[in-house]
């Protein structure tokens, strides 16, 4: 099992433009999440998705729009990059037995706005 | 609204010194976690803790909860260099919620 993975790794955007950082899973895990972290602030939940078919707001949504095309795949689209939006974005997913609601994370992607 | 406090963010220790990392929360929660993460990686689940008193040991580490007093602690014995990373510790809202609120992480730098 590859758990979680996201692509890309590394990424460089220029201000305004847009790009989509993929997520997937193959534990069969429900809920999926997107963080962000920054030097000091610790991780932060943009937006995380229950089931497929639903998603709900994060600490931190503006700037950020979700998908959550299938039980696997959970997706965080930045429409019009803006620097503030450098950081390390981790994806994580959760599942299983209900009580433990453990979060296993992805690689994470390294993203500069310039 | 459920809030996260771990302290100290950072810490210099020597090896072979013992110390504990706090994570304290504001509201009522019956799960804690604590996370590892190496510089440049993702975070790893060190231990899951679901009830008052539970205690989870691994290895050097050893991490305890006390709901009532609302702290976790993460226990350090004899600390060794590669135990050098950053912790998190996250905490779940009472009520199943399956967001997470995760405190800001201690940096742990274990010198020879």
């Known amino acids: 099992n590859a758990g979680v993975t996201q692509t890309p790794k590394f990424q460089v955007l220029k201000t305004g433009q847009s790009m989509t950082l993929q997520c997937a899973q193959d534990?069969?895990?429900?809920?999926m999440y997107w963080y962000r972290q920054d030097p000091g602030m610790g991780l932060r939940l943009i937006y995380y998705s229950a089931s497929e078919g639903t998603t709900d707001k994060g600490e931190v949504p503006n700037g950020y729009n979700v998908s959550r095309l299938n039980k696997r795949e959970f997706s965080l689209r930045l429409e019009s990059a803006a620097p503030s939006q450098t950081s390390v974005y981790f994806c994580?997913?959760?599942?299983?037995?209900?009580?433990?609601?453990?979060?296993?994370f992805g690689p994470g992607t390294r993203l500069t706005v310039l | 609204e459920l809030k996260v406090e771990q302290n100290p963010l950072f810490l210099s220790m020597q090896e072979g010194k013992n110390y504990t990392i706090y994570c304290n929360y504001s509201?009522?929660?019956?799960?804690l976690y604590w996370y590892r993460q190496d510089p440049g990686k993702s975070l790893e689940s060190l231990f899951v803790l679901l009830s008052n008193g539970a205690v989870k040991q691994e290895g050097r580490l050893m991490a305890s909860l006390d709901t009532k007093a609302r702290l976790s602690t993460l226990h350090i014995t004899a600390a060794v260099h590669d135990l050098s990373a950053t912790y998190f510790c996250?905490?779940?809202?009472?009520?199943?919620?399956?967001?997470?609120?995760f405190g800001k992480g201690t940096k742990l730098t274990v010198n020879p």
């Open positions: 509201t009522t929660s019956d799960r």
């Open positions: 994580a997913s959760t599942g299983g037995l209900v009580v433990m609601n453990e979060q296993f």
């Open positions: 996250a905490v779940g809202p009472q009520g199943g919620s399956e967001k997470l609120v």
């Open positions: 534990m069969n895990h429900n809920s």
